[in-house]
């Protein structure tokens, strides 16, 4: 158990939708990271906040976004989402914003119909 | 942008036997690796890591070897066990960037015949 929680762990909706994941970081840890797995993609850095903050961006569309709340937990926003948005989404953590292990959660399964 | 990629897809490896699974990296300016394992409908789970200040590192059962003149990366697991099975990721990250976000290669799957 990495300490890092996701929920929910499966989502099925329709395309056009609007879906909410929610990580849950390592107690003590500042950093929360969001990641794509595809088939097709690999592991995809989407994006890093720390301690509240945007600290980098990589491939992540605009109609996904994000943000990092006050007691540290993190929500990835999905919308208008598409055929293409089914992949797992994980969520990891560090103790500080560079050069540090970064541990994952199990993931949320979004599958669109 | 920067890519790791793995040179084998696939491993298979006898039950007590020692596993090697490779890496190569394409950006000089990485300083810091870590190897993961990824276990069917689990996240990624971290090994161990290296930075480029180190050439080895060694845990438990997993060596970690670093070679930074040929862009390099190679884990050594010892005495293979049917729970290594696995698909293992090796990531790099530029760690004076103040963005810890890791780049990922492919992934090498990892089957153990008991």
């Known amino acids: 158990d990495s300490g890092v929680t996701q929920t929910p762990k499966h989502l099925i909706t329709a395309t056009g939708q609007r879906v909410t994941l929610r990580c849950s970081p390592r107690s003590g840890d500042l950093s929360v990271y969001w990641y794509q797995q595809s088939l097709d993609q690999g592991l995809q850095f989407l994006i890093q906040?720390?301690?509240?903050?945007?600290?980098a961006k990589g491939n992540i569309l605009e109609r996904f976004s994000a943000q990092q709340f006050p007691d540290l937990h993190s929500e990835l926003n999905l919308s208008s989402l598409e055929l293409g948005d089914s992949a797992l989404y994980f969520c990891a953590s560090s103790v500080w914003d560079s050069g540090q292990p970064q541990h994952f959660g199990d993931g949320t399964r979004l599958s669109i119909l | 942008g920067e890519s790791v990629g793995l040179h084998l897809p696939t491993l298979s490896v006898q039950e007590g036997d020692n596993s090697i699974i490779n890496c190569a990296y394409s950006?000089?300016?990485?300083?810091?690796f870590i190897w993961y394992k990824q276990e069917s409908g689990k996240g990624p789970q971290f090994i161990i890591d290296i930075r480029s200040n180190m050439d080895k590192r060694q845990g438990q059962r997993v060596t970690v070897l670093l070679n930074k003149t040929v862009k390099h990366l190679s884990l050594q697991i010892a005495a293979t066990q049917p729970g290594d099975s696995a698909v293992y990721f090796c990531a790099e990250n530029m760690s004076g960037t103040g963005a810890n976000n890791l780049f990922f290669g492919t992934g090498t799957r990892l089957t153990v015949i008991p």
């Open positions: 906040y720390y301690n509240g903050e945007e600290r």
């Open positions: 950006n000089s300016a990485s300083d810091y």
